[in-house]
């Protein structure tokens, strides 16, 4: 039974410093190690791509394929992209109530909880899951499913901090892991065949379309939008 709290929960400063600063100083020692760890032009390239993957309409789908193809070893890749996750989750499940006063930023988080709050109502399988189904959306690239998302879904569904960002440290590793080791098989494919690698991707393609098709009937049967 997870503890039940007002979307704009309001932890103590002491809380909201340790968490927010905490997960920012991970973020910045990883950007330290990365500049002390790679040649100067791989770590342009690696956080240019890191700050991407925070931009809107970016994603794991499409950042960590590209970060791949470049040679980035798939452990980095891991460890940047969760360390990003976890920080937009901390920012928004302990500060949601003070970034919305912030101005520009809180009609920026008001727009993503506008989005939000209509994906609930055209997959209510998410609501209906509960937990499960927040994991299911974290770990699936759908679009828009990121960190912030996942965690301002889990503010509407009165769900703890505590629990979300246990699923946002899961789903964001199962994810990139999903992502990445694809993503190096099929370049590996490429350089055997490129016909091979085409192919891959073709039977990836249609395999992600026929279990969207099964979900979507099992959800409409198992969440009808009319209830």
Same mark, same amino acid.
């Given at each position: 039974?997870?503890?039940?709290? $007002?979307? *704009?929960?309001?932890?103590?400063?002491?809380?909201?410093?340790?968490?927010?600063?905490?997960?920012?100083?991970?973020?910045?020692?990883?950007?330290?190690?990365?500049?002390?760890?790679?040649?100067?032009?791989?770590?342009?390239?690696?956080?240019?791509?890191?700050?991407?993957?925070?931009? !809107?309409?970016?994603?794991?789908?499409? /950042?960590?394929?590209?970060?791949?193809?470049?040679g980035f070893?798939?452990?980095?890749?891991?460890?940047?992209?969760?360390?990003?996750?976890?920080?937009?989750? /901390?920012?928004?499940?302990?500060?949601?109530?003070?970034?919305?006063?912030?101005?520009?930023?809180?009609?920026?988080?008001?727009?993503?909880?506008g989005k939000?709050?209509?994906?609930?109502?055209?997959?209510?399988?998410?609501?209906?899951?509960?937990?499960?189904?927040?994991?299911?959306?974290?770990?699936? !690239?759908?679009?828009? $499913? $990121?960190?912030?998302d996942t965690?301002?879904?889990?503010?509407?569904?009165?769900?703890?901090?505590?629990?979300?960002?246990?699923?946002?440290?899961?789903?964001?590793?199962?994810?990139?892991?999903?992502?990445?080791?694809?993503?190096?098989?099929?370049?590996?494919?490429?350089?055997?065949?490129?016909? *091979?690698?085409?192919?891959?991707?073709?039977?990836?393609?249609?395999?992600?379309?026929?279990? *969207?098709?099964?979900?979507?009937?099992?959800?409409?049967?198992?969440?009808?939008?009319?209830?």
């Open positions: 039974m997870t503890e039940e709290i $007002s979307p *704009y929960y309001a932890p103590s400063l002491k809380i909201r410093l340790a968490m927010t600063l905490g997960m920012f100083g991970f973020l910045a020692v990883f950007i330290i190690w990365l500049y002390a760890y790679l040649p100067t032009d791989q770590f342009i390239l690696g956080v240019s791509l890191f700050a991407l993957y925070m931009a !809107p309409g970016a994603g794991k789908e499409s /950042v960590v394929p590209v970060m791949m193809g470049f070893p798939w452990w980095m890749v891991l460890t940047g992209i969760v360390i990003i996750d976890m920080t937009l989750a /901390v920012l928004v499940s302990f500060n949601f109530d003070l970034l919305l006063k912030i101005p520009i930023l809180g009609q920026i988080l008001m727009f993503f909880t939000t709050n209509n994906l609930l109502q055209r997959k209510p399988w998410i609501k209906g899951l509960s937990v499960g189904g927040l994991m299911i959306f974290m770990y699936v !690239p759908f679009m828009g $499913s $990121s960190a912030i965690s301002i879904i889990g503010r509407l569904l009165s769900i703890h901090p505590k629990i979300i960002l246990p699923i946002v440290f899961v789903g964001s590793i199962l994810a990139t892991l999903t992502m990445a080791f694809g993503a190096k098989a099929i370049i590996d494919l490429w350089f055997v065949d490129p016909l *091979y690698a085409v192919g891959a991707v073709a039977a990836v393609i249609a395999v992600g379309v026929l279990i *969207y098709i099964v979900w979507k009937k099992f959800t409409a049967r198992r969440f009808p939008k009319n209830e």
